[in-house]
């Protein structure tokens, strides 16, 4: 099969990558990059499992094809953590809200809640709903990653009118 020749930007680093035309971006960060922390769930634009941050913003790398991403930055839940593993607030704040069950979602989820903290530093309970609600969950109810995001807002910026 013909393949293409790009350079993708991902957590800060660039990689010069072959991939077919019609390869998504889900399946390069995944196969090509081995970047396994974004997940595959329905591959037509609807759970939300595969979101990665595009320019900051969150996007569904299973509705993108990867030359696409050719001179854009894109980050991925490996990026949110410091180069020696530490975890980012966000990922701690699920860690220590128990955010998860099966976790198939989470990756998805961090992206949402990190993406919605870079521009609503005290956002209430319906903005955290509201930015998880792309976003599905077979297993929490949700309640614990709604916790989680906004536990993140307060340890990052403090508890509202401080
Ligand atoms: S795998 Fe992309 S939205 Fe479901
Ligand atoms: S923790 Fe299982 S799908 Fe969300």
């Given at each position: 099969m013909k393949r293409t020749n790009i350079e993708l930007t991902v957590n800060g680093r660039s990689h010069d990558v072959s991939v077919p035309p019609r390869m998504t971006l889900v399946d390069c960060l995944r196969d090509e990059l081995r970047l396994t922390g974004t997940h595959v769930g329905c591959e037509h634009g609807v759970c939300g499992a595969c979101s990665v941050l595009m320019d900051g913003a969150p996007i569904r790398s299973c509705l993108m094809f990867a030359v696409q991403a050719e001179g854009h930055e894109v980050t991925t839940?490996?990026?949110?953590?410091?180069?020696?593993?530490?975890?980012?607030t966000i990922q701690d704040s699920f860690w220590e809200n128990h955010a998860m069950q099966c976790g198939y979602c989470t990756p998805g989820m961090l992206i949402a809640g990190q993406a919605l903290l870079a521009e609503n530093s005290d956002p209430s309970e319906a903005d955290i709903r509201e930015a998880i609600s792309g976003n599905l969950c077979r297993c929490t109810g949700y309640q614990q990653i709604v916790e989680a995001i906004a536990e993140d807002a307060r340890r990052r910026f403090g508890e509202p009118g401080e």
């Amino acid at each position: 099969m013909k393949r293409t020749n790009i350079e993708l930007t991902v957590n800060g680093r660039s990689h010069d990558v072959s991939v077919p035309p019609r390869m998504t971006l889900v399946d390069c960060l995944r196969d090509e990059l081995r970047l396994t922390g974004t997940h595959v769930g329905c591959e037509h634009g609807v759970c939300g499992a595969c979101s990665v941050l595009m320019d900051g913003a969150p996007i569904r790398s299973c509705l993108m094809f990867a030359v696409q991403a050719e001179g854009h930055e894109v980050t991925t839940v490996e990026g949110l953590a410091d180069e020696d593993g530490t975890l980012s607030t966000i990922q701690d704040s699920f860690w220590e809200n128990h955010a998860m069950q099966c976790g198939y979602c989470t990756p998805g989820m961090l992206i949402a809640g990190q993406a919605l903290l870079a521009e609503n530093s005290d956002p209430s309970e319906a903005d955290i709903r509201e930015a998880i609600s792309g976003n599905l969950c077979r297993c929490t109810g949700y309640q614990q990653i709604v916790e989680a995001i906004a536990e993140d807002a307060r340890r990052r910026f403090g508890e509202p009118g401080e």
